[in-house]
Nanobody, 124 residues
Framework: QVQLVESGGGLAQAGASLRLSCAAS????????MGWFRQAPGKEREFVAG????????YYTNSVKGRFTISRDSTKNAVYLQMDSLKPEDTAVYYC?????????????????WGQGTQVTVSS
């Protein structure tokens, strides 16, 4: 399995931007599709964004479309989540995940490796 470590979370005001990073260990990073999930207090973990192994397929949950951008850099074994125009409802712990999906919308069961999470708090 691949080990994942997130960074880049923190406190931001509404309308600001944050960039999350996820560093993956191992030489098999290129074989994994990657995703970002989040979990707010009292809520279930939800899918935020996913990118396929080659970056051909990218998916977002509706609430972040046009504001968040997922990308990956296989030379650095890293995946990123650029979050712009942040809203208070984006407040959550954000998790990086590795798995596999193709030309279809990802689901939680597609991902078998998870990071520890990074807190994002957006104030109004």
């Amino acid at each position: 399995q691949v080990q994942l470590v997130e960074s880049g979370g923190g406190l931001a005001q509404a309308g600001a931007s944050l960039r999350l990073s996820c560093a993956a260990s191992g030489r098999t990073f290129v074989t994994y599709a990657m995703g970002w999930f989040r979990q707010a207090p009292g809520k279930e973990r939800e899918f935020v964004a996913g990118i396929s192994t080659t970056g051909t397929y990218i998916y977002y949950t509706n609430s972040v479309k046009g504001r968040f951008t997922i990308s990956r850099d296989s030379t650095k074994n890293a995946v990123y989540l650029q979050m712009d125009s942040l809203k208070p409802e984006d407040t959550a712990v954000y998790y990086c995940a590795a798995g596999w999906f193709g030309r279809r919308y990802p689901v939680t069961a597609d991902f078998g490796s998870w990071g520890q999470g990074t807190q994002v708090t957006v104030s109004s």
